[in-house]
T-cell receptor
């Protein structure tokens, strides 16, 4: 079982719609959770972090954490073409970050 | 500095050669991480330092890989006897500590072994 799983294929969303990304993790003791955005050829850029169960909103982004079910999700509202990127889920596991393989999002104008 | 700095940005080397990749973290950040990323994959953990010591080196693939951080700031990832399979982007990140702290990445070093 992988530490962090992001299984969805590329996600195409119309401009202005909501993009929804999901991530599951295997270590129930994980304490903190991060979403990074990575543009093609660039390094990952932190966009959200969440530590507690529930929702956390930052602008057009909402992170949701459910520790009982071991999943974390990211919602992007009012998607813009500039949101087209790969989104990486990361879980802090005994001091180090473990990453999923990422989900590509394509926002169609 | 303002951000994590990695040098060189690109490195092409011949199979069997030795390479060193450098990472200069954000000032004041005590934790430093090394990852490598292949096309279409997420970053793969290699090693992280808390201060000068390697807190977790479980991700180093074999004994050809070694990393140091002698003064608790700049780190060097060293790869001996490079192989074509070592070709990847090597990413460095730093944070104030481990646990509930955010890590910020450098721009990466693209290593190509020919």
């Amino acid at each position: 079982q992988k530490e962090v799983e992001q299984n969805s294929g590329p996600l195409s969303v119309p401009e202005g719609a909501i993009a929804s990304l999901n991530c599951t993790y295997s270590d129930r003791g994980s304490q903190s959770f991060f979403w990074y955005r990575q543009y093609s050829g660039k390094s990952p850029e932190l966009i959200m972090f969440i530590y507690s169960n529930g929702d956390k909103e930052d602008g057009r982004f909402t992170a949701q954490l459910n520790k009982a079910s071991q999943y974390v999700s990211l919602l992007i509202r009012d998607s813009q073409p500039s949101d087209s990127a790969t989104y990486l889920c990361a879980v802090n596991r005994v001091g180090r970050l473990a990453f999923g393989k990422g989900n590509q999002v394509v926002v169609i104008p | 500095g303002a951000g994590v700095s990695q040098t060189p940005s690109n490195k092409v080397t011949e199979k069997g050669k030795y390479v060193e990749l450098r990472c200069d973290p954000i000032s004041g950040h005590t934790a430093l991480y090394w990852y490598r990323q292949s096309l279409g994959q997420g970053p793969e953990f290699l090693i992280y330092f808390q201060g000068t010591g390697a807190a977790d080196d479980s991700g180093l693939p074999n004994d050809r890989f070694f990393a140091v951080r002698p003064e608790g700031s700049v780190s060097t990832l060293k790869i001996q006897r490079t192989e074509r399979g070592d070709s990847a982007v090597y990413l460095c990140a730093s944070s104030f500590g481990t646990g509930n702290t955010e890590a910020f990445f450098g721009q990466g070093t693209r290593l190509t072994v020919v």
